[in-house]
């Protein structure tokens, strides 16, 4: 929805109405930000996304006195999780503006050239690289010597990600080499291959641990673990392609200085391409654009850079990204498939979320299965029926969504999907309460797929968070009525204690041994803080 018909909406709303929907929007806004940067796990697209703040912005330039001070506005950038040590970057890490077309690029010369002074046709040398979709990092080194690594954080205070980082066996803790710099902020990108990333999946799955939704936040989950372990068991590689702060050494171009870093010892992308002109520049996107399915990581497009630093320099930055530089966007990765059939989630609110089952297709290198139809009015717009061939897409973000269907290809006998008014697990009453997009079954937790995701949620690693109980052992122990509300888990060590013939030891994959380790994590959680409690009943908004 556009801003502008936002703010016609917003002028039928009363100044009550607008500040329970400004409250509302900064809490959701809130809860979606910690799920991307601290959970690495969105649960809404990139688009949804926008529309929320767009939303927030159209009601507050609207109704400019009712702004919180917890507005989405005055938090900048991701949130620094509470859990890292933190790194202050000696240099900003800087973001990017975007390009989508030959005309933004045109217009990018033609900006660097008005800031220069360049006559209209002085050709500017650009050096082109891949754009990595991972996470990115600033590694501090010392007279040769590694100091620290940090995540970008919020582009001055990153994360401390060291000895994660250290895990990864191509990245040096010494530079290679002459010419050593006294000081340097090397900056690059961590990420997962697509085979590394599917064959992760599959164990999670088989482990019945977390899937990830894509290699970027595979990536992201697995170096983001307070536990280097973790991160050594997962497979991460990095490029190199950038600086930030540099002392006692000085690269005459881009090009010089990420041969350097590959002298040094760092993996650097070979994708890379020098440019002069606006057609040259497109030549490469176009090759770069068929190259992207047979990478084997993902790239979500291309940045160039003015080659020369010395220009670098002198064209300096706006606000928070340089006139240097821009990223030239790639569109999202695009299938067509047979959806075979749709099925209903129950998730632990009772939202009814519909799923595309589909026969397998590569997108991009990624193998997709499944895919988001988000709610009923997105099926109806789109008039997604089983049988139909339908257009994929996945783009960085979240899991891949169905964006629409392909008519021709629609079978005679097709139905209209109807999405069902009753829950499919409990057979409850499915409620739509009015001016919302979800369906939600009414029966709380005597539907039993919301009793045991409220369970999972219970013992997950940021509520309860005890170790042996994970999500596949909660719905053991639910089926079998062992545990069927969350008091139970605690008065488990007593009744086995009171009926030994039943005792969990006796079941597949359990023993005397991790049994006691059961019941000495739980009894390690008798208290936990208070945060984690609140967060752990799983209340809604
Ligand atoms: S240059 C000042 N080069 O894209 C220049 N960034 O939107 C800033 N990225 O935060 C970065 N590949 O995480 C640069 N070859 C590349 C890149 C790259 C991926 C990421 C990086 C940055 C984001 C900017």
Redo the contacts with the bound molecule.
Sequence with gaps: MSAQRMSHDNTSLTEIEAKQQLEQLALEIAQHDQAYYNHDDPTISDAQYDALRKKNDALEAQFPHLVRPDSPNKRVGSVVSEQFDKIEHKAP????SNAFSSEDIDEFFARIRRFLSLAENTPVEIYG????D?L?FSALFENGKLVHVAT?GNGQVGEDITNNMKTIESFPDVLEGDDIPSAIEI?G?VYMSHDDFISLNQAQEAANKKIFANPRNAAAGSLRQLDPSITASRPLKYFV??IGLLEGYEPSTQQNMVSMLKHWGFDT?EHTRRCSATDEVMAYYDYMNDLRPTLGYDIDGL?Y?VNDIALQQRLGNVTR??RW?I?HKFPAQKAKTLLEEINIQVGRTGALTPVAYLKPVNVGGVMVSRATLHNQDEIARKDIRVGDTVVIQRAGDVIPQVVSVDIQKRPKDTKEFIFPDHCPVCNGHAIRTEGEAVTRCSNGLMCSAQAVEGLKHFVSKDAFDIEGLGQKQVEEFYNDHIIRTPIDIFKLEERDRQNPLISIAHRDGWGVKSVQKLFDAIRARKEIELDRFIYSLGIRF
Excluded: D, F
């Design positions: 890490m800087l973001s990017l690289e891949p754009k990595i991972g990115s970008r900056r990108e392609y950038g992308n940045v850079k990204s340089p530089a990223a």
